[in-house]
């Protein structure tokens, strides 16, 4: 073998390897990206409502705002979450509450019968397994006092292990505050 031989072997040679190792890396961004894909999938519940950002994409319509309230809902009674999550919910749906609500109690007291509710509905072995909410044509919105305001009904479906299924239906009040977002002004339960 005479020296321009072996130098295009050499050449050949680097080139597959060349090839090779690309190939190699590609496959492993390739693997990464769905081992990354999967990861995301399996956020919880409490996860994806906590993720939210309320500072840059506030819900923009009433509809909305009650559907990420049931979601954290949702989160409080069915999940397991730590006490650090929990305080963390409590903060994410006292932002879709209006001032006013929110003045009717301290922090204190709101966590505390927060944590009591959720207590009372995990002994009896209450989960919610669904919620429906209005159509968007069956949201009512109104002035009051100069307040642009909304209302709207959400249907629970509260599941007990041993009585079923029972649907409770709530009534939800919203008003704009100065900033233009939805605020969850009270709420109460429908008598059939």
């Not at 492993?28 to 769905?34: A, I, M, Q």
């Not at 500072?55 to 409080?76: G, L, M, N």
């Not at 009051?144 to 009040?173: D, H, I, P, W």
């Amino acid at each position: 073998m005479n020296m321009k031989s072996s130098g295009k072997i050499g050449l050949i040679v680097f080139g597959v390897i060349l090839v090779a190792v690309v190939a190699g890396y590609a496959l492993h961004l390739n693997h990464k990206s769905k081992v990354d894909a999967e990861r995301a999938v399996e956020s919880t519940a409490v996860q994806k409502v906590l993720q939210k950002d309320l500072e840059r994409s506030y819900p923009p319509t009433p509809k909305e705002v009650v559907k990420y309230y049931a979601d954290i809902t949702k989160c409080f009674y069915n999940e397991e979450y730590t006490e650090e999550e929990l305080e963390q919910m409590a903060v994410k749906i006292q932002g879709l509450y209006d001032a006013e609500l929110i003045a009717n109690k301290t922090q204190e007291d709101y966590l505390t019968d927060l944590r009591s509710e959720i207590v009372d509905m995990k002994n009896n072995d209450w989960t919610i397994s669904g919620y429906v909410l209005s159509s968007s044509v069956d949201v009512e919105e109104f002035t009051e006092n100069g307040y642009s305001c909304a209302r709207l009904y959400c249907t629970f479906s509260v599941k007990q292990s041993t009585n079923g299924t029972v649907r409770t239906m709530e009534q939800f009040v919203l008003r704009k505050d100065d900033d233009g977002h939805w605020k969850i002004l009270g709420w109460e339960l429908v008598e059939d």
